[in-house]
């Protein structure tokens, strides 16, 4: 019941920034997490990064740690992935999701966004 709607992808050139958006509506579950997965043209869907409704748990994937940050606005239903130091390696569909927190390191979630293209040129 829950959709999720991501913006703010696009062609950024390489050591740029970008900052991601995902909106949630209808039906949400504070009690779920908040999450950025990304794919790559032939390669499998990837954790980005990870955060609880509260701020308590945050977590990235080490490929992103020291780049990436993740935030929200709960006001909004809206959660937020600002991307620095970008590189090529990066370029991919970004995908927002929503499931329990133990589970959100996983591609089996709640319910997905439909992505949107990151593109870093070199």
């Known amino acids: 019941q829950v959709q999720l709607v991501e913006s703010g992808g696009g062609l950024v050139q390489a050591g740029g920034s970008l900052r991601l958006s995902c909106a949630a509506s209808g039906r949400t579950f504070r009690s779920y997490a908040m999450a950025w997965f990304r794919q790559a043209p032939g390669k499998e869907r990837e954790f980005v990064s990870a955060?609880?409704?509260?701020?308590?748990?945050?977590a990235y994937a080490d490929s992103v740690k020291g780049r990436f940050t993740i935030a929200r606005d709960n006001a909004k239903s809206t959660v937020y992935l600002q991307m620095n130091s970008l590189t090529p390696e990066d370029t991919a569909v970004y995908y927002c999701a929503t499931g329990p927190w133990a589970g959100i390191r996983t591609t089996w979630q709640a319910a997905w966004g439909q992505g949107t293209q990151v593109t870093v040129s070199s």
């Open positions: 955060i609880t409704w509260s701020g308590a748990n945050i």
